[in-house]
């Protein structure tokens, strides 16, 4: 995983074009907003733009989050259910980066 998240920031994966477009949200057609691009869910945290994917079955929680302005990403893989993967890596990422909490 940590090759691909370095493949995916190096455009050695796909043309930078093509990133930018699966981490654009998409326009439903009902008009409504959306934060899902093609594949990537995309959020606004720390003041930064951070796009990932995450999921779970029976016995795993996984999530992939990347801060492409800052250069990290950060993977979890649990074999455990109901793990907070995305709480988890957005976590390892505010240490990696030595972030501040968002104020309100």
């Known amino acids: 995983m940590a090759r691909f998240e370095i493949a995916m920031l190096a455009n050695k994966l796909v043309k930078p ?7 654009t949200p998409q326009k ?11 594949g990537w869910g995309t959020r606004k ?3 930064l733009k951070l796009v990932g994917h995450d999921g779970s079955q029976q016995g795993t929680s996984t999530s992939i989050t990347l801060a492409p ?4 990403g950060i993977v979890v893989l649990a074999n455990m259910d109901d793990v907070e993967a995305v ?9 990696a980066l030595d972030l501040k909490d968002e104020t309100k």
């Not at 074009?17 to 981490?23: G, I, L």
């Not at 439903?28 to 093609?38: E, I, T």
């Not at 988890?88 to 240490?95: A, D, G, M, T, V």
């Open 17 to 23: 074009a093509t990133r930018q477009m699966m981490w």
């Open 45 to 47: 945290k720390y003041g």
């Open 28 to 38: 439903p057609a009902d008009g409504s907003k959306d934060d899902y691009g093609l």
């Open 69 to 72: 302005e800052k250069r990290p």
């Open 87 to 95: 709480e988890l890596s957005e976590q390892i990422l505010k240490i």
